[in-house]
């Protein structure tokens, strides 16, 4: 798995980019960056671009839920951008667990997906 973050906007707007299968492990390295952003600025707006994703180990899908909870009400907005049609539901199914505003982008549209995150 390949977990890059890069923070933009002074830190208000965090890009993650996911390849290959999540592990436990690899919230150790976005849970700090997106906790010590939300110190920084409340609520954040947040991409996360799925390139050649594969999902999650039960481990890591624990983590997430728990993230999930926990930042419920820390990120404004949502774009996920993606390959394929189980990463489109996905963002679909991640609504409920939480207030953010949330879109699924196809990833040749990744340029809409920063333009919407941008919107005031």
Not at 7 to 18: K, T
Not at 35 to 52: I, N, Q, S, Y
Not at 72 to 100: H, Q, S, V, Y
């Amino acid at each position: 798995m390949s977990v890059e973050l890069k923070e933009l906007d002074n830190g208000r707007l965090l890009e993650v980019h996911l390849t290959g299968k999540l592990v436990k492990k690899d919230y150790e390295t976005f849970l700090p960056a997106v906790e010590r952003l939300v110190k920084l600025h409340g609520r954040l707006l947040m991409l996360v671009e799925l390139h050649d994703f594969h999902g999650w180990t039960g481990s890591a899908l624990w983590e997430d839920i728990k993230f999930d909870a926990k930042h419920f009400n820390d990120i404004e907005r949502l774009a996920i951008t993606g390959e394929t049609k189980w990463e489109k539901g996905m963002a679909a199914f991640c609504k409920p667990f939480t207030t953010a505003k949330v879109r699924y982008f196809d990833h040749i549209r990744a340029a809409e997906a920063r333009d919407w995150l941008a919107q005031k």
